[in-house]
C-alpha cells in the first residue's frame, strides 16, 4: 500500500473527524471517502462516454466497475441517451 500525503483545507478536516467520530480511525475513513470518490468518478466517466457514443455499454461497464445491468440502470436514473431507439432508426430508414 502506498502513503500518500496531502494538505487539506480546515473545514475538510473537521468534516473527516465527524465522520471519524462515527466510524473507526482516520485513515480508514479517508481511504473508504477516496474509494467512494474515484468510483463516482469512473460512473460519471463511463455515462459521458457512452452518451458522446464513443463507449459502448460493456465498456463503461467494465470502466465503472460494474455490471451491463447496473450501468444501464445508472443511466436511466442519470438520463443518459445511448443514442438513437431501433424504432427512430426503422422510422428514419422508411423514410428514405
Not at 8 to 17: A, G, R, T, V, Y
Not at 19 to 44: F, G, N, P
Not at 59 to 81: C, Q
Amino acid at each position: 500500500m502506498e502513503v500518500l500525503t496531502t494538505r487539506i483545507p480546515e473545514d475538510l478536516l473537521k468534516d473527516i473527524q465527524q465522520i471519524e467520530k462515527e466510524r473507526s480511525e482516520r485513515a480508514e475513513v479517508v481511504r473508504k471517502l477516496l474509494d467512494t470518490a474515484v468510483q463516482e468518478w469512473k460512473m460519471t466517466k463511463a455515462l459521458k462516454m457512452i452518451s458522446e457514443g464513443r463507449w459502448t455499454v460493456r465498456r463503461a461497464a467494465r470502466l465503472a466497475g460494474s455490471t451491463y445491468h447496473e450501468i444501464l440502470v445508472m443511466m436511466t436514473d442519470r438520463g443518459v441517451d445511448s443514442g438513437p431507439a431501433l424504432r427512430d432508426l426503422r422510422d428514419a430508414l422508411d423514410r428514405s
